[in-house]
């Protein structure tokens, strides 16, 4: 019976679980602040390059930007 107590209390006072939690929503916010960051990037270098290929259009029309 008293093997079973200090298990039990060994359970009871054990942290891992709940680090292991924090830890998680961490990668998990890390991740989506990283995404969002890729994502925003290339929204930035898509409507800088429309913005250089219009430019160079309108001074020369054998430009062709894919």
Request: net charge negative; glycine share 6%.
């Amino acid at each position: 019976m008293k093997k079973l107590m200090t298990m039990a209390r060994q359970f009871r006072d054990d942290d891992n679980g709940a680090a292991m939690v924090e830890y998680s929503i961490l990668i998990g916010i890390i991740t989506a602040a990283a995404i969002a960051f890729i994502v925003g990037v290339g929204i930035y270098v898509t409507d800088a390059w429309s913005t250089l290929c219009t430019t160079l259009k309108s001074h020369d029309a054998a430009v062709t930007c894919t």
